[in-house]
């Protein structure tokens, strides 16, 4: 008999996600802006105590992350039985995704919101519904309008990415009250330590409002984790019983456990970081605006750099790449015309800003 076992044809839906390169073929020197990684890395405490860790690494960890869900829930005001960890937020993301949706389900996005949820979402046999936007901000009433009754889950990126566009908090509020109760609105808030509006809310109001939200956390950005994988959910109990039965029993390893206690621990680490980011954001987008390039606003530590034309942005990244600096291109976002550019140290933010001045004068 011949053949060979096949996958689901779901499994063939979507193309293999594809991160941000880390390396240049050539070139010694990179500056990697493609990843939204934080600009100052890994806080050192983390790396001690990832280090120190490593000494029990024979040593399942607790499976539970109580000590972990503990030191969120002191850190942001939270009940840590209503948090639980995973192997980055792209790992609760998928769970919800499997336990909530499946084929004959419908989810709702944004046009250009985070590009897990659609191929989680295809993966789970689901249809993906896209809503647009309004000057690359989720809209609202167009999500609402998407809503059918074979809805399960409506995901918003808060702020999003790769836009940095940020919804108010009352219109989030607006969006779950229009939603039926029985779809589950999950709130991706990965970017809301950078977020510095007064009225900004990541999602913890809404998760205390109801039994119907879930807010996802991660560390891999201002907590300099994402080697690590660690991300966290704060979600009403019968979410979390559901997240529970789903995850795998040790999703989150000892050494990034104790990363991650770490981490949060710092004093000063997240202030430090977002007062940077802002006057950092603040400056490139200035400058690469004097350059004549279109930057759209963001809360988040990224820009969206706008070229006009699929072709002037591949050139663009072509452009930068021969001198040693990657950024994300982002057409599979359905924004060919654009390149995304991480908020780096002031250094490299100036290294991006001379090369991007230099390529948009090439023609005068």
Same mark, same amino acid.
């Given at each position: 008999?011949?053949?060979?076992?096949?996958a689901?044809?779901?499994?063939?839906?979507?193309?293999?996600y594809?991160?941000?390169?880390?390396?240049?073929?050539?070139?010694?020197?990179?500056?990697? /802006?493609?990843?939204?990684?934080?600009?100052?890395?890994?806080?050192?405490?983390?790396?001690?105590?990832?280090?120190?860790?490593?000494?029990?690494?024979?040593?399942?960890?607790?499976?539970?992350?109580?000590?972990?869900?503990?030191?969120?829930?002191?850190?942001f005001?939270?009940?840590?039985?209503?948090?639980?960890?995973?192997? %980055?937020?792209?790992?609760?993301?998928?769970?919800?995704?499997?336990?909530?949706?499946?084929?004959g389900?419908? /989810?709702?996005?944004?046009?250009?919101?985070?590009?897990?949820?659609?191929?989680?979402?295809?993966?789970?046999?689901?249809?993906?519904r896209?809503?647009?936007?309004?000057?690359?901000?989720?809209?609202?009433?167009?999500?609402?309008?998407?809503?059918?009754?074979?809805?399960?889950?409506?995901?918003?990126?808060n702020?999003?990415?790769?836009?940095?566009?940020?919804?108010?908090?009352?219109?989030?509020?607006?969006?779950?009250? %229009?939603?039926?109760?029985?779809?589950?609105?999950?709130?991706?808030?990965?970017y809301?330590?950078?977020?510095?509006?007064?009225?900004?809310?990541?999602?913890?109001? /809404?998760?205390?409002?109801?039994?119907?939200t879930?807010?996802?956390?991660?560390?891999s950005k201002i907590?300099?984790l994402?080697g690590a994988?660690?991300?966290?959910?704060?979600?009403?109990?019968?979410?979390?019983d559901?997240?529970?039965?789903?995850?795998?029993?040790?999703?989150?390893?000892?050494p990034?456990?104790?990363?991650?206690?770490?981490?949060?621990?710092v004093? %000063?680490?997240?202030?430090r970081?977002?007062?940077?980011?802002s006057?950092?954001r603040?400056?490139?987008?200035?400058?690469?605006?004097?350059a004549?390039?279109?930057?759209?606003?963001?809360?988040?530590?990224?820009?969206?750099?706008?070229?006009?034309a699929?072709?002037?942005?591949?050139?663009?990244?072509?452009?930068?790449?021969a001198?040693?600096?990657?950024?994300?291109?982002v057409?599979?976002?359905?924004?060919?015309?654009?390149?995304r550019?991480?908020?780096?140290?002031?250094?490299?933010?100036?290294?991006?800003?001379?090369? /991007?001045?230099?390529?948009?004068?090439?023609?005068?």
């Amino acid at each position: 008999m011949s053949g060979q076992p096949r996958a689901r044809d779901a499994v063939f839906s979507v193309p293999p996600y594809v991160g941000g390169d880390s390396n240049l073929t050539g070139i010694n020197r990179v500056i990697k /802006l493609s990843s939204n990684e934080g600009a100052f890395g890994t806080p050192p405490e983390a790396v001690a105590a990832m280090r120190a860790a490593a000494d029990l690494a024979f040593r399942y960890p607790d499976g539970g992350s109580s000590a972990l869900r503990r030191a969120i829930g002191a850190t942001f005001d939270l009940d840590s039985t209503k948090i639980v960890c995973g192997n %980055g937020s792209d790992d609760l993301i998928g769970l919800l995704i499997q336990s909530y949706g499946g084929p004959g389900t419908e /989810l709702v996005m944004s046009a250009h919101g985070f590009l897990i949820y659609e191929i989680a979402a295809k993966l789970a046999g689901m249809v993906v519904r896209k809503a647009a936007e309004i000057n690359l901000t989720a809209d609202v009433d167009a999500m609402l309008a998407q809503v059918t009754p074979a809805t399960r889950l409506v995901f918003l990126a808060n702020p999003n990415n790769p836009t940095g566009s940020l919804v108010p908090t009352a219109e989030v509020f607006r969006l779950r009250a %229009g939603l039926p109760q029985d779809v589950l609105l999950v709130l991706d808030a990965a970017y809301a330590e950078y977020v510095e509006r007064s009225d900004y809310d990541p999602g913890m109001a /809404l998760v205390d409002a109801g039994d119907n939200t879930v807010m996802t956390r991660t560390f891999s950005k201002i907590f300099g984790l994402g080697g690590a994988r660690l991300g966290w959910a704060y979600a009403p109990e019968s979410v979390i019983d559901v997240l529970n039965r789903t995850r795998m029993p040790f999703n989150v390893s000892g050494p990034t456990a104790a990363a991650g206690i770490a981490a949060l621990a710092v004093p %000063g680490w997240v202030e430090r970081c977002r007062i940077h980011n802002s006057r950092a954001r603040a400056t490139l987008t200035a400058r690469l605006q004097d350059a004549g390039l279109i930057v759209h606003p963001s809360e988040t530590n990224f820009v969206l750099v706008d070229f006009g034309a699929a072709a002037r942005a591949v050139a663009a990244d072509e452009y930068l790449r021969a001198r040693g600096i990657i950024v994300r291109n982002v057409a599979a976002y359905g924004l060919p015309h654009c390149l995304r550019v991480t908020i780096g140290t002031d250094d490299e933010c100036g290294t991006v800003v001379e090369a /991007l001045t230099e390529f948009a004068h090439i023609d005068d």
